[in-house]
């Protein structure tokens, strides 16, 4: 008999126009055989990463609303992924997620600044909210200056493996599994640093291809996410979301607008066929 596909809830914002959030999370879960529920927590016309000031609609009273519809049908959510929040009273929108589903994985990623400082537009309440989504979690997924941050550490630039490896472990006092991404490896290499409460933890370095594009640690999460539920282990997903990352700016032709995001879409069916196995960073054949 087959099972039904895991669910997902994805607890983001939802732009119109710029591959990221929402718009990337979706595709990327659905291509791994999972189903994404999204519950915006507002909805863009752009992101807002360098396209101008979006048209945003938003209404606070639609995610409790939501949230009380899927519980009056019976979903059962097997895993609650969340992300960018405008403000801190949202957090308590996944604080509410949490508790009506107490049995989901728990997958935050503290979404409040990188490159050193915060994000423009966050207050610093998003600190303290965060960190409190972060004790509930059973994963998180800082960079490294969202590590800082939540550590109440003075977050740096470029910081090194050592630093960032001590403060994975030091927020395993927080949260029991803690994956910092995009952590600078050298000149040719990018690294994931793993720490577990339990005392184990691992370094996961990639290639480093010099294009930033926006939305790219979405699809990473998304990834990480998507293999979880289909039983991987936290390193095993890692690897796989990395080597994906990898595979989607390659796809992505040398000048293209970086604010508009990877070109997902020609990069989604290598993820399809990859849902037995680890995706190889070496496996590619784009055609520019």
């Given at each position: 008999?087959?099972?039904?596909p895991?669910?997902v809830l994805?607890?983001?914002?939802?732009?119109?126009?710029g591959?990221?959030?929402?718009s990337?999370?979706i595709?990327?879960?659905s291509?791994?055989?999972?189903q994404?529920?999204?519950l915006?927590?507002?909805v863009?016309?752009t992101?807002?990463g360098g396209?101008g000031t979006?048209?945003?609609?938003?209404?606070?009273?639609?995610?409790?609303?939501?949230?009380?519809?899927?519980k009056?049908?019976?979903?059962?959510?097997d895993c609650?992924y969340s992300?960018y929040?405008?403000?801190a009273?949202?957090?308590h929108?996944?604080?509410?997620?949490?508790?009506?589903?107490?049995d989901?994985?728990?997958?935050v990623?503290?979404?409040?600044?990188?490159?050193?400082?915060?994000?423009?537009?966050?207050s610093?309440d998003?600190?303290?909210?965060?960190r409190?989504?972060?004790?509930?979690?059973?994963?998180i997924?800082?960079?490294?200056?969202?590590a800082a941050l939540?550590?109440?550490d003075?977050?740096?630039e470029?910081?090194?493996l050592?630093?960032?490896?001590?403060?994975a472990?030091r927020?395993?006092t927080?949260?029991p599994q803690?994956?910092v991404?995009?952590?600078?490896?050298?000149?040719?290499s990018?690294?994931c640093v793993?720490?577990?409460?339990?005392?184990?933890?691992?370094i996961?370095?990639?290639?480093?291809?010099p294009?930033?594009y926006h939305g790219?640690?979405?699809?990473?999460?998304?990834v990480?996410?998507?293999?979880?539920?289909?039983g991987?282990v936290?390193e095993?997903a890692?690897?796989?979301?990395?080597?994906?990352?990898i595979?989607?700016i390659r796809?992505?032709?040398?000048?293209a607008d970086e604010?508009l995001?990877?070109?997902?879409?020609?990069a989604?069916?290598l993820?399809?066929a990859?849902?037995e196995?680890?995706l190889?960073?070496?496996?590619?054949?784009?055609g520019e």
């Open positions: 008999m087959i099972s039904a895991k669910t994805c607890i983001h914002d939802l732009p119109g126009f591959r990221a959030s929402l990337v999370i595709p990327v879960l291509a791994l055989g999972v994404a529920v999204a915006p927590t507002a863009l016309s992101h807002t396209l979006p048209a945003r609609m938003s209404n606070p009273g639609y995610g409790p609303a939501a949230l009380a519809h899927y009056r049908l019976g979903i059962r959510f609650i992300g929040l405008a403000d009273g949202q957090a929108l996944v604080q509410q997620a949490l508790e009506l589903w107490p989901a994985l728990a997958i990623d503290p979404v409040l600044g990188d490159h050193g400082r915060m994000y423009s537009g966050l610093d998003m600190i303290p909210a965060m409190g989504l972060c004790a509930r979690a059973g994963l997924l800082p960079n490294p200056t969202e939540l550590l109440g003075a977050p740096t470029t910081p090194g050592e630093l960032v490896a001590q403060q472990a927020l395993t927080l949260c803690v994956v991404t995009g952590v600078p490896a050298g000149r040719r990018i690294a793993g720490a577990q409460r339990d005392g184990g933890g691992f996961s370095r990639s290639s480093f291809l294009r930033l790219t640690g979405d699809i990473f999460g998304a990480v996410a998507g293999k979880m539920m289909q991987n936290t095993a890692v690897q796989t979301a990395a080597a994906f990352v595979e989607c796809a992505t032709p040398e000048g604010r995001g990877v070109w997902l879409e020609r989604l069916p993820l399809s990859d849902r196995g680890p190889s960073p070496v496996r590619s054949g784009y």
